[in-house]
DNA sequence: GGAGGTGACGTACC
DNA sequence: ACCGGTACGTCACCTCC
């Protein structure tokens, strides 16, 4: 039997003593494929050095004994192979262990206790993501599958019989195609709606199913609605809601079956649901119910299609380039679809009027919509990711950050002949942590004021551009001791020299022989160059998406050396990275000023300076110049022009705020950063007159119109004219409510909303305003407190002094106005000083 | 009981 | 715990007089 396949879904079983991989996925002709291999498992042994033969040999023979009998398996160690490797990049000899079960690999790695062993790597992987490196059967890859189709056979226990798929393959030999073909998967959104926000506590009333294959509709139990909807199927009751979902999607068949948070709302309450009316929900296609299993937070696995939540792969690919303040559907939907939830104000169910069951079920079916949206929206990027990490989809869409880094290495280590090296234990973390971080990255001072014609440089991925050009990883670091051995001038000639990354001048050396990090490194790097000009060359929102996605990746690589869980972890590869990345940076702004230009402002990776009648020409010479001078694969950029740039003072007093700026560039848009109108806990009053004054002053050149447009408002606020919502702060709850030291207002606010029954917890955001509390001598901020339905006037002294003065006041400072006496009335302004 | 410093906390920049 | 350092700003909380 040949087949074409597309590995989708993977998961693996154990079979008499042995393991075995069950991959779901597609032929060439779309149908349901399931393929089960298995693949040696081993253990690596590395030895110590100069060890002479005869010792091996006695060792390979007492390992070749190894037998385990527990948890009712028979394990041992089935052959030892001496292999010349590499570890950390040095040559080792390492002796290969093959066992007969992947489960018992650590118990195995327990049992080399011999002292010829120096350490013991390679079991700590997971089976799927070894068998993936052994057998090359990477996730979304098309391959030739040759092998037996199992046709209710009795091997691996009958397997196929209790499967849902067209064909069953015991497989013999994979082969990757060299033509590489699309793949449209089966997409199936679903969304449920209930009467609590606890999981479980209330009854479901309906959930909506929308595929990108037809499939659109919403099943009830509810029968209230005054008129039915085509796409409404009415069920007997929730026990019946719970079968026909199960029987929907298997009707349908989805590849992938997407949810909105569902790890954490909809799959755990329908569980919880099922339980309790005594309804299994069997959508494994193997008949399994979902499993859920618990890290950080909550993931719900369904056997042979992929669980896809696809607000965690958002949160961890897109979050920090979102414009969106919430991840909720509605703020998402609407900043990558162009469209927001329907409207529809939530009550219990109880509380419904026939009229408005129809708008229940609309309201419902569009959750569904915009969630199928965002999973088209996004596929690509998981598409992408997936194939260049090599691990399944379902993981891939629910990974941190560097989780992304490590599969990409582990996944590659074998171009190199590399032994993996181990995760940290809990004590080694904990010692990691202990050591504290390393000095960060150089922020310039500013000046405070408005300039004009501003041009800005910045290094294209900063900090993997000097990983790569300076070899940094921790298998290149020169060992303290090698370092005493060696002469300044072969030091210099053989390694890389970081400058000083602390007040004592610690430098570090890396070797200029290329390491497997920063190789690997610069293959995801090219990749981020070439996606990035598709980008340009094609801008569209998938190509944009795209050369986000592995910006991301690329820019994390510094973040996981520093990570405390990382298997690469380098304190020392870290604290040189950041030497290097304020020494260029430093540089850099030097160079420019020396060129002739004004620079006023730097941080990280840019520099902005002023072109003082300088023309773009002069800029781009001086940019190619600067670039000639950069070691390796280290690029400056261009990153625009700007018409005008506004700089403010801190608060606090006289030295210019970091981080905080606004810009206009040639085609009039605004670039704003730092500035209360770009962080969501202030109000919305605050954030639309500091943005329209913002604008304002850097379109006109001075603040008359911003001026007038702050007088209005102020007269608003004492006229009491301000709409509620304008005045609504919005703050997260970072942690549990019962570990805040300090009361501050929005843990007043959320001690509330808990008294009242409204759910928050951890990670949800509080809304409150401010209110008059006439009958209070109370100065604290917090004993204003009041939740948006709770009556009240707003404050106007606070909403004049601590949020509407702190956010403009130091933008007039600029032109020598001050607010705070217009704000108190004291005294008519004029405009001479504009 | 007000001034002023400090720590807790949240959010943004890169 | 799930990339991390730098920086800003508010508010509560403390000490001091």
Redo the contacts with the bound molecule.
Sequence with gaps: MLTQFIPIDYDYFDFQGRNYVKIIGRDEKSKRVCIIDSCPVFIWAVLKNNLPKEKIDKLIKKISKIQLDSKGRKTKVEKVELQEKNYLGKQVQALKIFVTNYKDLQEIASELDFKEIEKRRGHDLGFITHYIIEKKLSPLNWYEIEGEILNNSQEFGGIDMALEVNTCIKVDKIKKLEKQKEFQPKVLAYDIETDSLEIGEGEILMISLVGNKGTKKVLTWKKESSKKPNYVEYVKDEAELLEKFVEEVKKDSPDFLVGYFSDGFDLPYIKARAEKLGVKIKLGLDGTQPKFSK???LRAKINGIVHIDILRFIR?AYA?YMKS?TLTLNEVAKEFLGDTKKPFEHRHSSDIKKIDWTEYFEYNLHDSVLTLGLFEKFWPDMLEFTKTIQEPTFDISR???????ESYILHNLEKFNEIPQR?PG?NE?AER?AL???????????KPGLYEDIAIF??TS?HTSIIISHNISSSTLLDAPELKNLGYAELRKKYHESPETNEEGTKYYFTKKPGFFPTLLKEIFELRKRFKAEYVKNPNPITKARSNAFK?LS??A???I?????RYYSHEA?AAI?AFVRKFNKETISKVEKAGYKVI?G????VGFLREGKSKQNIKKLLEKLNSELPGVMHLEQDGFFKRGLW?????GT???????AMLDEENKLK?????T?????CQLSRKLQSKIIKDILQDGNGDKALKAVKKIIKEIKERKIPKEDLI???????PLS??????????AAKKMKEQGIPISQGG??EYY?AETPNS?S???????KLLHEAGQYNIE?YLN??I???VE?IFQVFNIDIKELIEGKKQMTLGDF
């Design positions: 890290g950080t937070s961890t920090q303040e990974a941190g950050l560097s989780k992304y880094t995760r809990y973390s942590r504290g971080g390393v000095k960060g990255a150089f922020v310039m001072d500013t910045d290094f900063m991301v820019a994390s510094h973040g996981y520093g990570f405390f869980g990382a870290s950041l402002f941080d990280t990776d840019s403010v003072t801190t608060r606090a030295t210019g705020a970091k981080k905080k700026y704003i950063r730092g500035f209360e770009v962080r969501r806990d202030w702060i919005k703050t997260q709850l970072k942690k570990e805040y030291k300090a009361q501050g207002p929005h843990v007043i955001l509080v401010l001598k100065k604290l901020v917090r004993d204003k407190v606070y601590k949020q003065l702190p956010a130091n």
